[in-house]
């Protein structure tokens, strides 16, 4: 069975203070790993994909990248608008959309 | 392009009875499948709908079903209600393309709370 862990579970930053978001996976054959934002009481917002080791997308503050274990989100210099709950996800090996998620990381960044 | 749509936002309801929750996919995606979310569980995977069938289903009682129309419009509904059913519930739409796996979007959300 797929296993998605993300690690810390919560994360204070002072704005400015760069970090790393971990997100380890244990799949049978990865198609590919998926990051969302999602803030409260909303649905998430899909941010990244990656389908391959060595493989690497930023977007404004964010940096995702993958290795064959694990996935790294770095934030770079955040803002308070960074404030978030950032979640990875993996689908499943065979056809089919049922995305395994880790628990979420929540961040907040402070100014 | 519209989002992905959920009706309603918020419902509350009593123990024992049914709701309906019911999601519009982004227009040209045709797989929508369905999470549930808690502080405790976080979010699991409900079932998948594809060409109005259920593709995939996740480990949840019989309580849950759904089902996808011809517009690929979803429905999912829960029967006899318990206590432990308050959630978000989410929807999500994806583009399938032959095997290509392709991103889901997630809407809004509903809000269900069971006293």
């Known amino acids: 069975e797929d296993q998605v862990t993300q690690s810390p579970e919560a994360l204070r930053l002072q704005e400015g203070e760069s970090s790393s978001l971990n997100c380890s996976y244990t799949?049978?054959?990865?198609?590919?790993l998926f990051w969302y934002r999602q803030d409260p009481g909303k649905g998430p917002e899909f941010l990244f994909t990656l389908y391959s080791a060595g493989e690497e997308k930023e977007k404004e503050r964010l940096k995702a990248t993958l290795t064959k274990k694990e996935s790294f989100l770095h934030i770079t210099a955040p803002k308070p608008e960074d404030s978030a709950t950032y979640l990875c996800?993996?689908?499943?090996?065979?056809?089919?959309?049922?995305?395994?998620f880790g628990g979420g990381t929540r961040v907040l960044v402070k100014p | 392009k519209a989002g992905v749509t959920q009706t309603p936002r918020y419902l509350i309801k009593t123990r024992g009875q049914q709701v309906t929750l019911s999601c519009s996919p982004i227009?040209?995606?045709?797989?929508v499948s369905w999470y549930q979310q808690t502080p405790g569980q976080g979010l699991q995977f409900l079932f998948e709908?594809?060409?109005?069938?259920?593709?995939n289903k996740g480990n949840f009682p019989g309580r849950f079903s759904g089902r996808q129309f011809s517009n690929s419009r979803s429905e999912m509904n829960v029967s006899t209600l318990e206590l432990g059913d308050s959630a978000l519930y989410l929807c999500?739409?994806?583009?399938?393309?032959?095997?290509?796996?392709?991103?889901?979007?997630f809407g809004p959300g509903t809000r269900l709370t069971v006293l």
């Open positions: 996800a993996v689908p499943p090996k065979a056809a089919g959309n049922k995305l395994t």
């Open positions: 709908y594809f060409s109005e069938t259920q593709r």
């Open positions: 227009s040209g995606h045709r797989s």
């Open positions: 999500a739409s994806s583009l399938v393309v032959g095997s290509s796996y392709n991103e889901q979007f």
């Open positions: 799949v049978s054959g990865l198609r590919g």
